[in-house]
């Protein structure tokens, strides 16, 4: 262990002494790294106060004084290490490629950060880093479709992503209760989706059901996705948009009522829970739209993988629809349960061929994987077993220990409410991704993990923050560093450094030095009032 640096890194020796940051005249940077260079220098002009200049040319540097950057293509690339030399004249920062400057440009604002009680202010410890990720995929996900939130948030969720080393963005966009994504060819799906009557009040399985009376909603526009996945992009983080089908699409039904089984009318579901209202199998409509859907979808987001959701479609209604039972006899499925895998399968074709990856839930597996989805298992590490088993390409999600929307506490009293169950940061903090029983030669299947926030009980964005900090730390060193080095006592103790910086940024997390909610009224939660 060393300082407070979270996620630890792989190597880290310390030394003696430090670098000053009032001395410091210049950045030295490769050409293709201007944007990390500028980034640090931000950071250090933030901290001094002084200006800091980056510079092209590696020669002629002062004696001291100086950071240096530089992309050095090794042997074996791993595109994210990077190696941080600190010295009292000099601090170099070397990677294979400008996602690996990033991170290590991360370490360094962290140490500046969240500073060890050895270290003078505005200073650097002497040390030498050698890092490198654990996973590929260190991804948080957000649910904007039961609740919509502001952009700014999106924006500000990013920056804290890039703090802690994760660089998938899963965004989840559509769901019942309502769609969150402008497209120009369906202007109802904005008109009419995105907005739903009112929202329950309580817990869903508390009835009689209260609602507040309030309409809801909002959307993003192109010029929003546009800056926010440029936002991402700065920060070395991609962005998975989903799309859900052919489940948890009443708010589309509402919109186009032509796409269901039943005429409707369909309105945005008011409650939590699963809608039987679904994407019609049967007919072609419904794949005309979702190819036209999907090639905005494309157009908007350039990173090559597309989530479709594909969880928890009820059946009831292809049952008694003549066109899905029409489906199933030409298409000679054995019932219209494989209407599920017969759907996937088709809009996998499509995305495959505009040279895309489709991403689904664990439910994908049903009636056979699409040829080749990347599986999501959220409910069974055995469906992630079964897919990389069969050579498809994994990333945890998974309910017991990465589900955000579950109580932080077994003291729920204390806690505003929450869809249930418990998941407290040890907990996390404990989580392997590679299942037991997966053979050694299929682990490279497993890309990764990620973080689930469900906002059905989160109104707002700060009471995400509380759900999400601090235990979206703890998976960041869960997804980063290595089993071995895991140590939870340990990571309290530097997570205790962290607070006092989450307080600075303005995030609104649990502190879990004791059982209640750090400065926010708790009362107020439980009454479904919003945080402050
Ligand atoms: C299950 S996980 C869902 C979501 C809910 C969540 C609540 C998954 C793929 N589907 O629709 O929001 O549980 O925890």
């Given amino acids: 262990m060393f300082g407070n640096l979270i996620p630890q890194p792989a190597v880290c020796v310390a030394s003696p002494g430090c670098f000053r940051l009032e001395g410091v005249s210049c950045i030295s940077m490769p050409a293709g790294a201007r944007h990390e260079a500028e980034l640090l220098a931000d950071i250090l002009t933030a901290k001094t106060g002084r200006e800091v200049h980056v510079r092209l040319d590696a020669d002629n540097l002062p004696r001291s004084g100086v950071i240096v950057l530089l992309l050095e293509v090794q042997e074996e690339t791993v595109n994210e290490a990077y190696s941080l030399r600190v010295t009292e004249d000099r601090v170099t920062l070397r990677a294979a490629a400008p996602c690996g400057l990033f991170l290590g440009v991360q370490t360094i604002r962290q140490l500046l950060d969240v500073p060890d009680s050895e270290t003078p202010p505005a200073s650097l410890p002497c040390l030498e880093i050698s890092d490198l990720p654990r996973f590929g995929w260190r991804g948080m996900h957000l649910d904007c479709a039961r609740h919509f939130m502001p952009k700014r948030f999106i924006l500000k969720f990013l920056d804290l992503m890039a703090r802690y080393k994760f660089n998938v963005f899963h965004w989840h966009l559509t769901d019942d209760q309502g769609w969150r994504l402008e497209i120009l060819r369906y202007p109802r799906l904005t008109e009419i989706s995105a907005w739903r009557e009112e929202t329950l009040v309580g817990h869903v399985d508390q009835t009689p059901h209260r609602f507040d009376g309030k309409r809801h909603g909002g959307y993003y526009t192109r010029e929003d996705v546009k800056e926010i996945v440029a936002y991402a992009a700065a920060r070395h983080i991609r962005v998975v948009p989903e799309i859900e089908m052919p489940g948890h699409t009443q708010a589309v039904l509402a919109a186009y009522p032509d796409l269901g089984c039943l005429p409707g009318p369909y309105s945005p579901r008011k409650i939590w829970g699963i809608s039987e209202d679904v994407f019609c199998a049967g007919r072609e409509k419904t794949f005309a739209f979702l190819k036209d859907v999907l090639g905005e979808v494309m157009e908007m987001f350039p990173g090559p993988y597309i989530h479709i959701g594909g969880d928890e479609c009820p059946k009831t209604r292809w049952r008694d ?37 489709l991403v689904g839930w664990g439910e994908i597996l049903e009636g056979g994987l699409a040829p080749n989805a990347v599986v999501m298992p959220w409910r069974f590490p055995e469906d992630g077993v079964q897919a990389a088993r069969a050579g498809h390409d994994v990333v945890f999600a998974p309910e017991s220990h990465a589900y955000f929307d579950l109580y932080q506490s077994e003291d729920i009293q204390k806690e505003p409410l929450s869809i249930g169950g418990c998941l407290p940061l040890d907990k996390v903090y404990a989580y392997e991704p590679v299942p037991e029983g997966l053979p050694p030669e299929c682990h490279r299947y497993i890309l990764g993990a990620q973080g689930q926030l469900w906002t059905e009980y989160m109104p707002t964005p700060e009471h995400v923050e509380y759900m999400a900090f601090p235990r979206m730390i703890a998976l960041s060193e869960v997804l980063w560093t290595t089993k071995g080095q895991r140590n939870y006592e340990e990571f309290l103790t530097r997570l205790t450094g962290h607070l006092p910086l989450l307080t600075r940024l303005g995030v609104c997390f649990r502190n879990p030095a004791q059982d209640q909610r750090g400065g926010v009224d708790n009362a107020k939660l439980r009454d479904g009032e919003v945080f402050a």
């Fill in 321 to 357: 629809c003549p066109a899905c039972r029409r489906r199933v006899q030409e298409e000679g499925l054995a019932s219209v349960s494989e209407l599920q895998s017969y759907f996937i399968k088709r809009v996998e074709t499509f995305l495959n061929a505009h040279g895309r990856t």
